[in-house]
């Protein structure tokens, strides 16, 4: 993947219906979905759903199939999985080591003091 590729599939991403319906097709594998069942899920119109295939479509994350009448929608995992390689390709200088968790990292609830807010 190059920059123009990645630029363009973050900016289909950049948009909350837009990323809610590819990540509804990441959590629904190779079984994706039809138009309808958008929809119904996100509540959408369907000129809107449409458009957000589209845009998905033109960025290479999704992939459409034509079944009779219907075109059945699917994440494209392997562009997502380019897209993630391309934004971690030189992590860390390439050090995979330092990537790994720290281990000193703060516990999962930390305590945060909060100031006390007179109202007047």
């Given at each position: 993947?190059?920059?123009?590729?990645?630029?363009?599939?973050?900016?289909?991403?950049?948009?909350?219906?837009?990323?809610?319906?590819?990540?509804?097709?990441?959590?629904?594998?190779?079984?994706?979905?039809?138009?309808?069942?958008?929809?119904?899920?996100?509540?959408?119109?369907?000129?809107?759903?449409?458009?957000?295939?589209?845009?998905?479509?033109?960025?290479?994350?999704?992939?459409?199939?034509?079944?009779?009448?219907?075109?059945?929608?699917?994440?494209?995992?392997?562009?997502?999985?380019?897209?993630?390689?391309?934004?971690?390709?030189?992590?860390?200088?390439?050090?995979?080591?330092?990537?790994?968790?720290?281990?000193?990292?703060?516990?999962?609830?930390?305590?945060?003091p909060v100031k006390s807010i007179r109202v007047r």
């Open positions: 993947m190059d920059m123009k590729e990645a630029v363009t599939a973050l900016g289909a991403l950049a948009h909350a219906s837009r990323l809610a319906i590819f990540r509804h097709l990441v959590e629904l594998g190779p079984e994706g979905a039809f138009p309808g069942d958008l929809i119904h899920k996100f509540d959408f119109p369907p000129a809107t759903v449409s458009f957000h295939l589209k845009t998905l479509a033109h960025a290479g994350l999704i992939e459409a199939e034509q079944q009779g009448r219907y075109i059945r929608y699917r994440a494209n995992f392997s562009e997502m999985q380019d897209l993630v390689d391309y934004l971690t390709q030189n992590c860390c200088g390439g050090d995979p080591s330092k990537c790994a968790p720290a281990a000193n990292a703060l516990p999962a609830e930390v305590a945060i």
